[in-house]
């Protein structure tokens, strides 16, 4: 084994309090009830809490930490914390390190200071957070600062979900509950838990840090709001898997270190398409674990970017005319015996739970196809979604040519058959026949299946992973109820599970759609089949209080009306919030740097029309010139007062809801309307005057 090899095994998992440093630690007993707790057996007794909190505190003080915290997800969209160190005081005036079970346990940061969507007023301050033993406790180093972090939910003190997280491991249960109720039905007796499992591929951007000094924008709302069109864009498609340049390699060798410390499984890493656009892929673990992870990813990815002297960009689209970002969710179930529930076999037309808990996920996308697009609705993907590099914002299913053969079998009464994938012939002497998949895949369609599990590729990349997969989580689980009700009653399983497998594949072949799903002429045939296509932001989320949306979450036991409520409240104030962020920056920058540059160069280019005059010399290039940037200045200086008075009309408007539509309707167009003719006068403008570096600058030069 090499000296890297070594390297790696050795520092992996290094900072986590993670399974196997808990049995070498904890005493025998205390280690299989943590266990059970972990795999969701039991709860943990809180008597055993104190054992567990003073063996973490030795190991991480060991490993040089001085403070913990409880680390959690606020409807911010980000993570919180708030360090406390080990240390209290004794009679003699020293201290000692200590750390209690019920600072493990619990802790309480100011509830009022988060989003509540009104579930907290400012004066009710009082919140709760809980450990999620299922989620490794780990040390983060920042720079001298060594901190124990403890995964983490977050309520509120009336017992209402103010996180991401909570809802997710309500989902989780759900899923459990009713995946193994259809698997019991179906004869297997062995399985008593089934988690959801996810394997998020974050991408992302990486600029030097200093072109991003000097662009306001980037710095305010991780985008650029101008910025005339690279000579050269993506259009040569040589950046996709190309060779990492060396600087970007050094940076994602010392990214891959540090995320292996923490236990994230960072395996894959290439080019994406865009230039200067790149793409990490973990391993596959429990939604809630991956969750963490993907956190962790986006956190590390900017901290090491910064030691570089580079910029991390998480916005799905910081560049127009580019491809976005998104984040990939590769989304299956699994039991605790080790059974992949969307593993189809060699002859998945044969394989029952597999056919029952496909056509599930088929019809709960379906059904709530709507919701599904809401938890993934945000001002970035509001740029991305069909925007030709990503999915429409038409949600459908690609099953590729097997399984679409078996669904279309199904839905006359039964598969009988599967297509197999065969071999395939290169035509050269030296290469071996390759085995041939039995599909292709579709890397344009939304929520596609990809050889044993699903991708769901319309979540962006600043998201976290929590909201779309307690969406996806919690409706796959209805269905399955539904499917467990029918089961459990029947004098014959098989017979009815064929009636609900051909049901199913009847009432939602409108959904499976395996072509190019960027053409016009998919948006007119989808139109055909009545699926909705919503582009905006705003009336994305104007669904999710649709009254089945608010059934779904009840009935799963993952949010009530009022948690439901609360969150759409957050999600439209923060589109509004964000839109006037991006305004205002607008406005600052082309108040302040690019108007002043424009008009100094606009004398400049008088100054020559007149000494060429007064020489006697043509100047009709020259006052051209002049004449077209006068045109573009006027109309960028009325489009920049629209801007304005929009901004104002924002502020006086009172709701959110009102605000997001103000945003959407008057704006966003005034905003979109300055863009136009401000990236135009940069391409009329003497270079070394134009105020801010160029997209040929930030996405080639490193």
């Known amino acids: 084994m090499s000296e890297d090899s070594k390297m790696i095994t050795e520092i992996f998992g290094s900072k986590v309090f993670n399974d196997s440093v808990m049995r070498q630690r904890l005493p025998k007993d205390v280690y299989k009830s943590v266990k059970k707790a972990i795999d969701g057996r039991q709860s943990l007794a809180p008597v055993l809490a104190g054992v567990i909190a ?5 190991w991480a003080i060991e490993n040089g930490a001085t403070h913990f915290c409880h680390w959690f997800q606020p409807m911010t ?25 019920k600072e493990l346990c619990q802790g309480e940061p100011d509830a009022s200071s988060f989003p509540s969507g009104g579930l907290r007023a400012t004066f009710e301050a009082r919140g709760y957070t809980a450990w999620d033993c299922t989620s490794p406790v780990f040390i983060k180093e920042d720079g001298k600062n060594i901190v124990l972090y403890i995964p983490s939910a977050f309520c509120s003190y009336t017992g209402l979900a103010l996180d991401k997280k909570t809802p997710l491991l309500r989902s989780m249960d759900a899923l459990d509950r009713q995946a193994v109720r259809v698997l019991s039905a179906l004869g297997n007796k062995t399985s008593q838990h089934v988690t959801a499992t996810l394997g998020p591929e974050q991408e992302y951007f990486l600029i030097d840090r ?5 662009r306001l924008d980037l710095i305010l709302t991780g985008r650029t709001l101008f910025g005339a069109a690279s000579p050269r864009g993506q259009e040569m498609e040589d950046h996709y898997f190309g060779t990492i340049h060396e600087r970007v390699a050094s940076f994602m060798h010392e990214v891959n270190v540090e995320l292996w410390k923490l236990g994230v499984s960072a395996k894959t890493q290439h080019n994406e398409v865009a230039p200067s656009q790149y793409e990490l892929a973990p391993v596959f673990t ?5 969750t963490d992870h993907n956190h962790l990813v986006m956190e590390t990815l900017q901290k090491v970017a910064n030691r570089h002297n580079f910029v991390c960009l998480l916005h799905e689209k910081p560049f127009a005319g580019i491809n976005g970002s998104g984040k990939h969710n590769n989304w299956s179930m699994v039991t605790d015996d080790g059974i992949n529930l969307l593993e189809p076999g060699s002859t998945p037309h044969d394989n029952m739970v597999f056919l029952v808990m496909l056509c599930a996920v088929v019809r709960a996308v379906d059904k709530y196809a709507k919701l599904l697009r809401g938890s993934v609705a945000n001002t970035g993907n509001e740029h991305r ?4 590099e990503a999915p429409p914002a038409i949600v459908s299913v690609f099953l590729g040519e097997q399984l679409t053969d078996i669904f279309n079998q199904l839905a006359k009464g039964g598969a009988t058959s599967s297509k197999q994938g065969g071999e395939l012939k290169l035509g050269v002497s030296t290469l071996p026949p390759l085995p041939k998949d039995c599909t292709d895949r579709n890397r344009t369609s939304p929520f596609a299946f990809t050889g044993n599990k699903f991708e769901f590729r319309m979540v962006g990349s600043t998201q976290s992973t929590a909201g779309p997969m307690f969406v996806l989580n919690t409706i796959v689980a209805d269905i399955l109820a539904e499917i467990a009700d029918e089961l459990e009653k029947a004098k014959d399983v098989k017979s009815s599970a064929q009636k609900i497998l051909q049901k199913i594949a009847n009432e939602h072949q409108r959904i499976i759609f395996n072509g190019d799903n960027y053409t016009d002429k998919w948006v007119a045939e989808a139109e055909k089949r009545k699926l ?36 759409t409240e957050i999600l439209l104030e923060t ?3 964000q839109i006037n962020i991006e305004a205002r920056t607008m406005l600052s920058i082309a108040a302040r740097q690019i108007m002043p540059a424009v008009v100094r160069y606009s004398r400049c280019l008088a100054d020559t029309v007149n000494a060429l005059k007064t020489a006697g010399i043509d100047a009709k290039v020259q006052e051209s010139m002049l004449e077209k940037i006068s045109g573009l200045t006027d109309s960028a200086d009325k489009a920049l007062k629209d801007l304005e008075t929009s901004i104002e009309k924002y502020a006086n408007t009172g709701d959110a809801s009102g605000k997001a539509e103000l945003c959407r309707d008057l704006i966003v167009p005034a905003m979109c309307e300055l863009r136009k003719f401000v990236d135009k006068l940069e391409m009329n403008i003497e270079a070394d005057v134009w105020p801010l570096p160029t997209y040929a600058e930030m996405l080639f030069l490193k």
């Open 532 to 567: 909705p296509n919503i582009r905006s932001t705003v009336d994305s989320l104007a669904t999710i209080m649709d009254e089945e949306n608010v059934d779904v979450f009840d009935r799963q036991k993952v949010l009530s009306k009022v948690e439901l409520e609360a969150r």
């Open 385 to 388: 979604l069909g925007a030709n």
């Open 210 to 214: 200093s072109f991003y000094e000097r």
């Open 575 to 577: 589109y509004g919030r």
């Open 54 to 58: 003073n063996a973490m505190k030795d």
């Open 286 to 290: 429990t939604v809630n674990v991956a």
């Open 77 to 101: 969209g980000l993570t919180a914390e708030k360090h406390d160190s080990f240390i209290s005081p004794t009679s003699d005036g020293k201290v000692i390190m200590e750390f209690s079970g």
